[in-house]
C-alpha cells in the first residue's frame, strides 16, 4: 500500500512539473502581452525595477502578480476562439480583479483601471448591472479616466441602449474635454444613426 501510495505521489510531482514548466513556458512567450511592471516584477525584490514599482505602487504590489495574471487572461479572452474558452478566460480576469482589489484601497494607483478591468470581464459574461457598478467605481476613483467611458460606452452598445453610450461618451468629454478617444467614439456614434 505505502509503495503504491509512494509511487502515485511521484507521478502526480512529475505530471505537476510538466504543467508548471509548460505554464511558465506559455507565460514567457506571452509577456509581451503586458505592461513594464509585469515584465519588471518577475526580476526579484532586489532589483531596481521592483524597488521602483513598489514606489509607484505601494502595498498593492506584493499582489501585483494577481493583477498581471488578470491582464493576461483578458488579452487570452479577447482572442479566445470559441465562446466557453472566452467565458473561461473573463471568469480568471474576474477572480484576479477581485482578489486584487482587497489590497487596492481608492487612492491605489491601478483602482481605476482595475474596476475598468472588472467591469469589462462582467460585461462579457453578460452581468451587465455589476459590470456599471465597477466603471462607477473608476470614475468616482478618477473622473477623468477616459479608458472607462469607452469601455462603457461599448457595453451600452452591446446591450442596445446607444442613448447610454451617447450620454456616457457625453460625460467623459465633460470630465476629459480634449480626449480624442471619446471625440472619436462620439462621433463614430453619431455617423451610425
Known sequence: ???????????????????????????????????????????????????????????????????????????????ATNQQERFTWLGKVVSQMKYVSGACNLRCAIYPELHTRWGWALGGQGQTAEAIKHYQL??????????????????????NQPDEARKTLESGLKASPNSRTLKKRLKELGSSR
Open 1 to 79: 500500500m505505502t509503495r503504491s501510495i509512494l509511487f502515485f505521489l511521484v507521478l502526480l510531482a512529475m505530471a505537476w512539473q510538466n504543467v508548471s514548466a509548460a505554464n511558465a513556458e506559455r507565460w514567457s512567450g506571452n509577456t509581451h502581452l503586458l505592461p513594464q511592471y509585469c515584465k519588471d516584477r518577475v526580476k526579484g525584490s532586489q532589483s531596481p525595477e521592483w524597488t521602483k514599482w513598489r514606489g509607484t505602487f505601494g502595498e498593492a504590489f506584493i499582489h501585483m502578480h494577481h493583477y498581471c495574471a488578470g491582464i493576461f487572461a483578458e488579452k487570452k479572452a479577447k482572442s
Open 138 to 159: 473608476a470614475f468616482q476613483a478618477k473622473e477623468n479616466y477616459t479608458p472607462a467611458y469607452v469601455r462603457l460606452s461599448e457595453l451600452y452598445l452591446e446591450t
